[in-house]
């Protein structure tokens, strides 16, 4: 797992949650060889103005919502350390439903 995050200039502070219009991060299955896409699995993000966890890696025909709404709370740092502490989960569920 890897997050990209802007590099800001010198002397100026960074804050995703203060400074951008919407932020999120991804879980990703990395690609096998440099030409193959990675394969998103879990995102976080804020967009469609509230933060939410979008669960990539149900197939189309599941019954369970793809779509989880989160409190307002939910800031970049928040999401990211989420991800960090249940990687691992989400990557075990990822494998049961997709291999």
Do not use: C
Not at 9 to 26: H, I, L, M, R
Not at 30 to 49: C, K, Q, S, W, Y
Not at 64 to 74: A, F, H, I, S, T
Request: glycine share 6%.
């Amino acid at each position: 797992m890897g997050f990209v995050e802007p590099e800001p200039s010198e002397g100026e502070d960074y804050d995703p949650d203060e400074d951008a219009k919407n932020y999120g991060v991804t879980l990703v299955r990395e690609g096998t060889h440099p030409l193959e896409e990675n394969i998103e699995i879990v995102r976080m993000d804020t967009a469609h103005g509230q933060p939410h966890m979008d669960l990539v890696y149900l197939p189309p025909d599941t019954n369970e919502e793809r779509k989880v709404w989160l409190d307002d709370g939910y800031t970049y740092k928040r999401m990211k350390q989420y991800l960090l502490a249940n990687w691992e989960t989400f990557a075990d569920r990822y494998i049961q439903h997709n291999e």
